[in-house]
């Protein structure tokens, strides 16, 4: 059930990109990305207010929620300069390919928990297939600075990932710990879209885009997330959100008519192949529980 609901989660966070392509033309990708955490996280703020009461958010420990938060803000900043300044398939291998092991590597030094062999197994599938649907028909330029600011959000995640499971472990309702660290990233974001300009929310499309991101790939997306956080380590969640490139992928294909490549579709078998491997043990158990039932 766990690892449903992030692969649910990273179903909604794949909708991003085609959402932006059907918007308005010419947007700025930061100050999308800051409208977006501003509405999401004022949503999620609402939502734990009504399940738990505003006095919850105060309960929430200082520094991990500072770490979520601050990582939620940097992620946005870092992965859209990254991409602006190495192109897309590079920014986004080395964002979303770094994340899972950084997740895995920070984990095992911080928690003592080290990755299971069927973890790092599905990753090298996933990220391989990150990497071919990525280059696939792109041309790779290559910038050192690029790969670093890819470096600094798939650390990013990665942190917000483990401060996010921190507060979970501790008994903090799902609710609570997203409000704690989207609320307060939309604060540390709220000055990036005042800078670049926000006239575009008045337009109607700009305004239609900024609430559906807000809302369904930021608010919903992590609800369901944190859920499935609170059950899985923060190594393999992090793999699981490898399905997100997937679903833009076929999004791509089925919403904008755009063509898949036979690399691109081969990219795109990796990452479920991946992602079978790490659903494999939970279904083993599942059916072991059938037979002692019977």
């Known amino acids: 059930m766990a690892r449903s ?3 649910l989660a990273s179903l909604f966070f794949g909708t991003t990109g085609t959402a932006q392509a059907l918007g308005p033309i010419g947007l700025s990708p930061a100050g999308v990305g800051a409208a977006r955490i501003l509405i999401g996280g004022g949503l999620l703020v609402i939502v734990a207010m009504a399940a738990q009461g505003l006095q919850t958010l105060a309960r929430l420990p200082r520094w991990p929620v500072v770490i979520a938060a601050g990582a939620v803000a940097t992620y946005q900043l870092a ?17 979303l390919g770094s994340a899972p092991a950084l997740a895995g590597g920070i984990e095992w030094a911080v928690e003592r928990r080290a990755p ?3 973890w790092a197994m599905a990753t090298a599938l996933a990220c391989a297939g990150v990497a071919m649907l990525a280059m696939a028909g792109a041309d790779a330029s290559i910038s050192l600075s690029g790969v670093l600011l890819a470096l600094v959000a798939g650390a990013s995640f990665a942190s917000y990932t483990l401060a996010a499971k921190r507060m979970l472990g501790e008994g903090h309702a799902p609710e609570t710990v997203m409000a704690g660290a989207f609320g307060f990233g939309a604060v540390l974001l709220a000055p990036v879209l005042a800078i670049i300009g926000a006239g575009w929310l008045a337009e109607p499309g700009g305004a239609a885009l900024a609430i559906f991101l807000g809302v369904v790939p930021t608010a919903a997306a992590y609800l369901i997330f944190a859920r499935g956080l609170r059950r ?3 190594a393999e969640t992090a793999t699981l959100t490898l399905a997100e490139p997937l679903t ?3 999004l791509g294909v089925l919403v904008l008519s755009e063509r898949m490549s036979a690399p691109a579709a081969f990219g795109a078998a990796l990452i479920l192949g991946g992602l079978l491997v790490l659903a494999a043990p939970e279904v083993r158990r599942a059916r072991g529980q059938d037979l002692i039932a019977a």
């Not at 992965?79 to 964002?95: L, Q, R, S, W």
């Open 5 to 7: 609901q992030v692969l």
């Open 79 to 95: 992965f859209f300069a990254a991409v602006a300044e190495t192109g897309v398939a590079v920014g986004t291998i080395v964002a």
């Open 116 to 118: 299971e062999r069927s």
């Open 232 to 234: 899985l380590s923060a």
């Open 248 to 250: 833009a992928a076929l």
